[in-house]
């Protein structure tokens, strides 16, 4: 990790370096082997170097322990002149005192006033030796603060829980706003739906032969409550109930009124029960009504008579004769007397002119027998009593009398 350079210490002087370099220098002597002072120190003379010139062994140059220890020393200075050169002087950082914490905190001007002589001394090549005496001369030094055991920097954790509060009181504030609103509407739907804005007048409209008195229990379930409050869909449940509505549509008007819309259902035919009583079925076979006399409005249908009760459906060959009737041209319409069903084969059968017999057989392909039909009407029926129109080909009964 490098050294962080404190002030006053970025340059040192020369003869501060060079007294370093001459205490730590290598203390072994340079000889030069070449002097003859060097030689006589030892001992060595020219007969000697003579001798040994010649290669003469005979004679034997004693030394005694302090010239061995002297070549020795001699050896070694030679080869520590043959070592290369040091390495490039290191950077050197000295602090005096150890008890200061390994990580300081500095002011921001020092700090950054670091951060310049160290970008400087990137730049230059050179380098320097710093020594730091006593880092008291240099100001206060902020101690490094005490770690948690998570290893959470203290003002780092109270920062974190400055920020809780502040979310807490955030949260606690759009709660107090959030209970407002609700508080200001459960207050508003409880003034609307007390008695000051109940159901006062309910108007109806498309009622002709709906029953009077199931409609009148209908609205008055609905008067008397809160208009806000009122149940729409079980009135129009309640309506659609009665034989004669089709559909129903309830809806409120604030303050205090309700408006009820009828669509009724269109009757087509009647047929008489073993009762005596006469039904009003629609093109459903739906029973409308139950009443004792014949209405001519519509048109009759003869078969077996069952006792069928209002609001319920007819068997389905009667609920086929009042869809035969709605299609019936005009021309076929106006001499028709009656309408016959066989509720064991769901065949159909007409009469016409109260005298001819018609057999369409049952509803497939409807459309052809009753052109087949109209056809027939067209060139006349004078002296015929049957006609069978439910094949392609057209079967003519005359009268026998």
């Excluded at 020369?14 to 001992?43: I, K, W």
Aim: net charge negative.
């Amino acid at each position: 990790m490098k050294e962080p350079d404190l002030p006053g210490t970025d340059h040192v002087p020369d003869h501060v370096l060079d007294e370093l370099q001459t205490a730590f220098s290598d203390p072994t002597p340079n000889y030069d082997f070449d002097d003859p002072a060097l030689d006589r120190m030892l001992g060595i003379d020219d007969a000697d170097e003579a001798d040994d010139d010649t290669g003469d062994d005979t004679g034997d140059v004693d030394f005694d322990d302090d010239a061995d220890d002297d070549d020795a020393d001699d050896v070694e200075a030679v080869e520590a002149d043959e070592v290369p050169s040091a390495a490039p002087e290191r950077r050197t950082i000295v602090i005096a005192d150890d008890e200061l914490p390994d990580l300081v905190y500095l002011d921001e001007e020092k700090e950054r006033g670091f951060h310049e002589r160290r970008d400087a001394a990137a730049e230059d090549s050179t380098r320097s030796t710093i020594v730091i005496d006593d880092l008291d001369d240099y100001g206060v030094i902020e101690p490094a603060p005490t770690r948690t055991a998570g290893g959470i920097d203290p003002r780092m954790r109270a920062r974190r829980n400055a920020v809780s509060r502040e979310q807490g009181r955030r949260r606690v504030l759009l709660l107090g706003i959030a209970g407002g609103v609700v508080l200001a509407i459960i207050l508003v739907v409880a003034v609307f739906a007390s008695s000051v804005f109940d159901v006062r007048t309910v108007y109806v409209q498309g009622a002709v032969y709906t029953d009077q008195e199931l409609l009148d229990k209908v609205v008055n379930d609905l008067k008397g409550h809160a208009v806000l409050l009122a149940d729409t869909h079980k009135a129009e449940q309640d309506l659609e109930a009665i034989p004669w509505v089709e559909q129903a549509t309830v809806r409120t008007d604030f303050p205090h009124s309700v408006y009820i819309d009828i669509r009724e259902r269109r009757p087509i035919v009647t047929f008489q029960g073993h009762d005596g009583q006469f039904r009003v079925i629609d093109i459903q076979g739906r029973v409308l009504d139950v009443i004792a006399g014949q209405p001519t409005a519509y048109l009759l249908v003869t078969g077996q008579n069952p006792d069928t009760p209002r609001g319920d459906f007819a068997p389905a060959p009667y609920a086929a004769a009042a869809q035969m009737v709605v299609g019936l041209p005009a021309e076929i319409r106006s001499i028709t007397t009656s309408v016959g069903v066989d509720t064991a084969t769901g065949g159909l059968t007409m009469l016409l002119n109260e005298t001819v017999n018609v057999r369409l057989g049952d509803l497939r392909n409807l459309d052809e027998k009753l052109a087949r039909l109209l056809g027939q009407i067209r060139q006349g029926l004078k002296k015929v009593c049957e006609l069978d129109v439910s094949t392609e080909e057209v079967g003519a009964v005359p009268c026998t009398s």
